[in-house]
């Protein structure tokens, strides 16, 4: 059974259809996840949520531990992201309240987050030229269509390293760039899923225009949760009527359960065996194919 991993903030399980059943903590080689996952179905969809900052948001950007999270997901049986997150709005047609369904990302983190599983003995380069999944995203757009909900498909997310929001050259600067929204999660949680081999697709909601627009005020922590607290229903509304299409398509023809197909560059004999025995989870389809 196709199960579906939601990460957001800790509230956004809460709706209605969700059934847990069970929290799990996952011991996972690279340490803790945010928090436990929550484990259940959406409409008879299985399903995991994590709360990516852990509950009470607790974890600053740079903290999170990524690797644990996506690995911890996968290792329940996830074989699709949905990833809900707070962004900026770097253009004035995306107003704060509106969805984003972006296809691209700017890294500006700064070297501070573990964004790869491979190393230690053993090289892989996954192709990121399509970081976001197209199937997920189109599965998306198509629901929010049908649903009529404010939404803008395409574009470029913008990853800094925060916590601090941007100063306002920063924000001028990077509207140069023509990048859509701003925020300081997703580019890392892409990295990892696609190393995964999981389906991965953002679904970014504007809740401020960073501080570049001249008759908005600055962002703020209160005029962010004050947006999100407004327009949750929205992703909620959005995840409960997307989920059985994506958990009856993430099988289909998409490169992304494949991707480490092209991207393993050490030789299997030079392998350090601690290095395979850590990465098991990662590996086991490609060496059930190499049987």
């Known amino acids: 059974m196709t199960r579906i991993g939601i990460i957001g903030g800790s509230g956004l399980y809460d709706m209605a259809g969700v059934a847990i059943t069970e929290e799990r903590m996952i011991a996972t080689p690279f340490g803790e996840p945010s928090d436990a996952l929550r484990l259940g179905t959406l409409d ?16 600053t950007p740079s903290e999170i531990n990524y690797r644990a999270n996506l690995w911890a997901l996968k290792s329940v049986g996830v074989e699709a992201v949905l990833s809900v997150s707070a962004v ?45 999944c197209p199937l997920l995203r189109g599965l998306l757009r198509q629901t929010a269509e049908r649903l009529d909900l404010p939404h803008h498909d395409g574009g470029t997310y913008l990853n800094i390293e925060g916590p601090q929001f941007s100063t306002r050259a920063e924000s001028h600067l ?25 389906h991965y697709a953002t679904i970014a909601m504007s809740t401020d225009y960073d501080c570049w627009h001249a008759s908005e005020e600055a962002v703020s922590v209160d005029a ?40 393993v560059m050490t030789a299997p004999d030079r392998v ?20």
């Open 174 to 198: 990077y509207r140069t760039w023509g990048v859509s929204v701003i925020g300081m999660t997703n580019v890392t949680e892409a990295r990892l899923a696609r190393e995964a081999e999981l």
């Open 44 to 59: 008879g969809v299985a399903v995991a949520f994590l709360p990516r900052h852990g509950r009470g948001h607790r974890k």
């Open 224 to 263: 962010v949760v004050k947006t999100l607290l407004e327009n949750v229903h929205k992703a909620q509304a959005l995840i409960r009527a997307a989920v059985p299409a994506v958990a009856a398509s993430v099988r289909g023809t998409c490169p992304c359960p494949n991707a480490l197909d092209a991207a």
């Open 88 to 132: 900026g709005s770097m253009k004035e047609a995306i107003v704060p309240g509106h969805l984003v369904f972006p296809d691209q990302f700017i890294d500006r983190t700064r070297g501070f987050r573990a964004d790869t599983f491979f190393g230690d003995g053993l090289v892989a380069h996954v192709s990121l030229a399509d970081p976001i």
């Open 272 to 291: 350090p065996p601690v290095t395979r025995e850590r990465l098991a989870l990662l590996l086991a389809r490609r060496d059930a194919a190499a049987a």
